[in-house]
């Protein structure tokens, strides 16, 4: 179904550490996204690109977050300070563009201990 | 509110029988994308729509943008249905979406012999 790729599928940090996350989306989609998803089924939007420049972002992305998808290089997706609310599922997807189909990767389980 | 209304939350169904989940939104959904979450995360595409109807196989999906919902039908469900199904509407405006996805809370379906 998808081709995207994530990794780690686990992360174990503790609280202030720095975490660190990999996605390399599918071959010709210049569109990548990043959504947390949290033990309750709640997912927020973090950010996304086109090609390299960011097209979106939350504001907490904008503080205790960074990303980047450099050109031939994984995207990535880091917490500068991960906190015990960080925990959750980070789901990378990518897509070819505006409406269409976005396309999911197995996602990063982080536990902030 | 829930700007992507899901329901029902949790459903059991006996093998063989059919249902119906939906999803009603309050933003102005343009696409609609339904997806199975496995236990370990991966979320599986079925249908991506605009409004119209798709079908594909024991499954048929409609988005109708101007009542604000979209159904997805599971017929003769099976074992392997099981797992949590998740909608997800890309809303326009005219300052752009930047292509996010509002998800919905998930239905978890259970599947008995």
């Known amino acids: 179904n998808s081709k995207v790729i994530q990794t780690p599928r686990y992360l174990v940090k503790g609280q202030g550490q720095k975490a660190k996350m990999r996605c390399i989306p599918e071959k010709g989609h210049p569109v990548v996204f990043w959504y947390q998803q949290n033990k309750n089924n709640e997912f927020k939007f973090l950010i996304n690109?086109?090609?390299?420049?960011?097209?979106?972002q939350i504001d907490m992305t904008e503080k205790r977050f960074s990303a980047e998808c450099p050109s031939n290089s994984p995207c990535s997706l880091e917490i500068q300070s991960s906190e015990a609310g960080d925990s959750a599922l980070y789901l990378c997807?990518?897509?070819?563009?505006?409406?269409?189909?976005?396309?999911f990767g197995p996602g990063t389980r982080l536990l902030v201990l | 509110g829930d700007k992507v209304k899901q329901s029902p939350s949790a459903l059991s169904l006996q093998e063989g029988t059919n249902s119906a989940l939906r999803c009603n939104f309050s933003i102005a959904a343009t696409t609609v994308q339904w997806f199975l979450q496995n236990p370990r995360g991966s979320l599986m595409n079925l249908f991506y729509l605009v409004p119209g109807t798709k079908e594909n196989g024991r499954l048929k999906s409609a988005f109708d943008s101007k009542e604000s919902y979209s159904t997805l039908h599971i017929r003769d469900a099976q074992l392997e249905d099981s797992g949590t199904y998740f909608c997800?509407?890309?809303?326009?405006?005219?300052?752009?979406?930047?292509?996010?996805?509002?998800f919905g809370k998930g239905t978890l379906l259970t599947v008995t012999p």
């Open positions: 997807a990518s897509s070819r563009g505006h409406q269409d189909t976005q396309y």
């Open positions: 997800a509407a890309e809303a326009g405006n005219s300052g752009g979406s930047n292509y996010k996805l509002t």
């Open positions: 690109f086109q090609n390299q420049e960011v097209l979106q």
